[in-house]
């Protein structure tokens, strides 16, 4: 959970963008949008696979 009290004397748009990166930081926006729509447990596996194909494959040629 995001917590933000206003600062004294701190205006709305410093505090509207204080807020956003505490959002950004706690990684809420990135879980709204892996929540919006429902995904098969075998996407989820498969995506999560490529991905972990992908760095494997960029480890390789950063050792080279």
Same mark, same amino acid.
């Given at each position: 959970?995001?917590?933000? *009290?206003?600062?004294?004397? $701190?205006?709305?748009? %410093?505090?509207? &963008? #204080?807020? !956003?990166?505490?959002? @950004?930081?706690?990684?809420?926006?990135?879980?709204?949008? *892996?929540?919006?729509?429902? $995904?098969?447990?075998? %996407?989820?596996? &498969? #995506?999560? !696979?490529?991905?972990? @194909?992908?760095?494997?494959?960029?480890?390789?040629?950063?050792?080279?």
């Amino acid at each position: 959970m995001v917590k933000l *009290r206003l600062r004294e004397n $701190e205006s709305i748009q %410093d505090a509207v &963008r #204080r807020f !956003r990166k505490l959002v @950004e930081h706690a990684g809420i926006k990135k879980e709204m949008r *892996r929540r919006e729509h429902y $995904e098969k447990p075998s %996407d989820s596996r &498969r #995506r999560s !696979r490529r991905r972990a @194909e992908r760095r494997a494959r960029l480890a390789r040629l950063a050792g080279l």
